[in-house]
């Protein structure tokens, strides 16, 4: 909640009109003013899936499928903002879910697909992230991390594994497709234009609160050659030159496209890109920031993955899927932590 700068001839009636309506409130209670209200959206990048404990714990009657974890970028802030305190304490709703698209923030129910406990029949459908963290006038920060689910990347991916088994290019399959098939070009068209909407939507629920769209890191190297070509704890498959074009025109297309649909609204964008460059996806264990196909995942997190052939058990890892691991959660915490304290300054 933003709140009104007194000019100096009234200041000291409203300091005495606020102490005075102080004593009127019961010990020990809080109102909307004495915190911070910041909610956290987003997909699994914001999530954490795999990284730290469940949150809620599992078993807990509250799980929704949505895997978010203790050590995913919002709760990692949230702790250094309880440590190092500002002028309110700053209270965190983070309804971030794996696996959720632009158009589940405000327009569409998302159905859960976490591989952990799944309930029998699957998980029901959650409302929309607006909803669900209640997003009003109340509300100071926005957080947003969210787009690759909608181009979507766990459609373009597998089928450069596909192609790449075979010595066969994906770049031009989605440069120039099959007649019903949209091209990158379209893809990340489309991309921006749905996360505009969804700004305004934002912007609309929340009409006080300052907003921040958190891009994607660094996952394929600068340099494709890095990449062990077949090693699933990397990129399986796929090809370099497919590689150096997934990273060039469609990551960092991805967030260039969130980048300018951002600034259009006069909000913040972090970019968190440059400081995880060197930490890839191809980049040795304590190195990378970044997990494979198949890599180091807490042990409730699967070794196969539903709806996939992925099977990572036989070379001892967990199906982390191309996500952040808890370095990566760390690097993405300090650069929105530095944003949300400008924000609330």
Known sequence: MRHPVFRPRTRALAVGLALAAATLLPSGSAGAADQYEWAALGDSFTAGVFVGDPTPPLGDPSQDGCARTSDSYPS??????????????????????SSAVIANIAKVKQTPISPVQTPPGGWPAVDT???????????DVVT??????????????????????????????????????????ERLAR???????????????????????????????????????????????????DI?????????????????????????????????????VCQPAGTKWMEGICGDAADYWPTTFPGTSVDCGPIGKRATM????????ANTAVQVERAIRSALR
């Open 76 to 97: 990692v802030v949230e702790r250094e903002l309880a440590e190092s305190p500002l002028s309110k304490k700053v209270h965190l709703t983070n309804v971030a879910c």
């Open 129 to 139: 992230q607006i909803k669900r963290a209640g997003l009003d006038e109340d509300t």
């Open 144 to 185: 947003i991390a969210i787009g690759g689910n909608s181009l979507p990347f766990g459609d373009i991916f597998p089928k450069c594994l596909e192609l790449g088994a075979i010595d066969k290019s994906c770049r031009e399959y989605f440069t120039n497709p099959p007649e019903g098939v949209e091209s990158v070009r």
């Open 191 to 241: 991309v921006q234009d749905e996360y505009t909407e969804m700004l305004a939507a934002v912007h609309r629920a929340a009409p006080n609160a300052k907003v921040i769209s958190v891009g994607y890191p660094a996952i394929m190297p600068a340099k494709a050659s890095a990449c062990d070509r077949g090693s699933l704890t990397e990129l399986d498959t796929v090809t370099h030159a």
């Open 244 to 280: 150096d074009w997934l990273r060039d025109d469609v990551l960092k297309a991805v967030n260039k496209r969130i980048q300018r649909a951002t600034s259009s609204f006069g909000d913040r964008f972090v970019n968190v890109y440059p400081s995880s460059e060197g930490h890839d």
């Open 322 to 329: 191309i996500h952040p691991n808890t370095a990566g959660h």
